[in-house]
Nanobody
Framework: QVQVAESGGGLAQAGGSLRLSCAASGRTFSRYAMGWFRQAPGKEREFVGAIDWSAQNTYYTDSVKGRFTISRDNTKNTVYLQMNSLKPEDTAVYYC??????????????WGQGTQVTVSS
């Protein structure tokens, strides 16, 4: 059974930084792309970014480009989301998800429970 678990959320001030971690188990982690999504109160879940199996290709939504960085350590079955220059509008529950293929596509299967990120102004 595949399990996905996020950690590292919390409270940050505007302009600050947080790093989220996501550990996955139950499948060969290095064979699949990984993604991050977020959901703010009253809004739909939105794509934040993703990384392919090799970490050579990353993708980000426009609102986080230049501020967020996704990386992965296949030896630890973990993907990271480094968030810098945080803004109040980054406040959301952040979710990690596993892709269905090595390359990044719009197909995601297993999801974590989410971790809350709150950015104060």
């Amino acid at each position: 059974q595949v399990q996905v678990a996020e950690s590292g959320g919390g409270l940050a001030q505007a302009g600050g930084s947080l790093r989220l971690s996501c550990a996955a188990s139950g499948r060969t982690f290095s064979r699949y792309a990984m993604g991050w999504f977020r959901q703010a109160p009253g809004k739909e879940r939105e794509f934040v970014g993703a990384i392919d199996w090799s970490a050579q290709n990353t993708y980000y939504t426009d609102s986080v480009k230049g501020r967020f960085t996704i990386s992965r350590d296949n030896t630890k079955n973990t993907v990271y989301l480094q968030m810098n220059s945080l803004k109040p509008e980054d406040t959301a529950v952040y979710y990690c998800t596993t892709g269905r293929k090595p390359a990044v596509t719009n197909e995601w299967d297993y999801w974590g429970q989410g971790t809350q990120v709150t950015v104060s102004s």
